[in-house]
């Protein structure tokens, strides 16, 4: 008698928990939907590009160097040159 309630127990638990995630599963939350709208413009550079500004050095156009305990100096195409001091 003890074992047909136990048994009887489980499957009613059973069948709550089946029911009650399955009404979990199909309840659905409503969906709330922002509006944002863009003030802000930004420049769209492509890829590889890189402005060259007094700060950068286009490796490019180097055609020699020479290092020493002071420095690095670099050679450039036109024959102009860059200290970089230590």
Same mark, same amino acid.
């Given at each position: 008698m003890k074992k047909t309630f136990? #048994?009887?127990g489980i499957i009613? #638990?059973?069948g709550i928990m089946l029911a009650s995630a399955y009404l979990?599963? #199909?309840t659905q939350a409503e969906t709330i939907t922002e509006i944002q709208t863009v003030t802000e413009t930004r420049e769209v550079i492509p890829d590889g590009y890189i402005p060259l500004h007094d700060d950068i050095v286009d490796m490019n156009t180097i055609v020699d160097f020479s290092a020493t305990e002071y420095g690095l100096q670099l050679y450039f195409e036109d024959g102009s040159g860059y200290?970089?001091?230590r």
């Open positions: 136990k #048994t009887i009613a #638990t059973m979990l599963g #199909t200290f970089w001091e």
